[in-house]
Nanobody
Framework: QVQLVESGGGLVQTGGSLRLSCAAS????????MGWFRQVPGKEREFVAA????????VYADSVKGRFTISRDNVKKTAFLQMNSLKPEDTAVYYC????????????????????WGQGTEITVSS
């Protein structure tokens, strides 16, 4: 079972930037796609971005495309989410997770395909 710890959240003004990190332990990190999701109270967890095991393929939610960039460092066992041009609607708790299966061909976007959820890191974008 992978263990993931998110960091980098905080309070930022509209238009600002933040970089989230997701540090992994236990499971071989480089075998698995990684995903970022977010959740606000009363709503379901929402897909944000995902990257395949090698870093060669990425997928983004339409709402963040062109503003967010997902990346990974398999040596450091860390995934990142660079968030630029932040908007108040980006306010949420952000979670990273690892795909349940190794070397998946497609980058998946459904939360049930992922596990190892961390505690999350909160982002508040003020208007």
């Amino acid at each position: 079972q992978v263990q993931l710890v998110e960091s980098g959240g905080g309070l930022v003004q509209t238009g600002g930037s933040l970089r989230l990190s997701c540090a992994a332990s236990r499971r071989p990190f480089s075998y698995y796609a990684m995903g970022w999701f977010r959740q606000v109270p009363g709503k379901e967890r929402e897909f944000v971005a995902a990257i395949n095991w090698s870093g060669s393929n990425t997928v983004y939610a339409d709402s963040v495309k062109g503003r967010f960039t997902i990346s990974r460092d398999n040596v450091k066992k860390t995934a990142f989410l660079q968030m630029n041009s932040l908007k108040p609607e980006d306010t949420a708790v952000y979670y990273c997770a690892a795909d349940r299966g190794p070397y998946t061909r497609a980058v998946r976007t459904t939360a049930t395909d992922y596990d190892g959820w961390g505690q999350g890191t909160e982002i508040t974008v003020s208007s």
